[in-house]
């Protein structure tokens, strides 16, 4: 997966900081969204993220996923 692809949550991951829900448990599964953000470097240094890919949901909401957590849509 890359920057750019559409990608849905295909399992339960519960979040705490969606701007609708605030500091209430949230399910992502089944969203769909966008990846802005791809995490393999920083400050030119190879890294390995826990959480590497950031997914834009709608204008005000962001999260961090693992690959096991997100497929792409075709």
Do not use: C
């Not at 997966?1 to 519960?14: E, F, I, P, Q």
């Amino acid at each position: 997966m890359k920057v750019g692809d559409r990608v849905h949550v295909k399992t339960s991951v519960v979040v705490y900081h969606h701007p609708q829900h605030r500091n209430q448990a949230f399910d992502l599964q089944g969203q769909e969204g966008e990846i802005v953000a791809v995490l393999e470097e920083w400050e030119g240094k190879p890294i390995t993220a826990n959480l590497p890919f950031q997914v834009q949901f709608d204008k005000k909401f962001k999260a961090h996923l693992r690959e096991d957590e997100i497929e792409s849509i075709a």
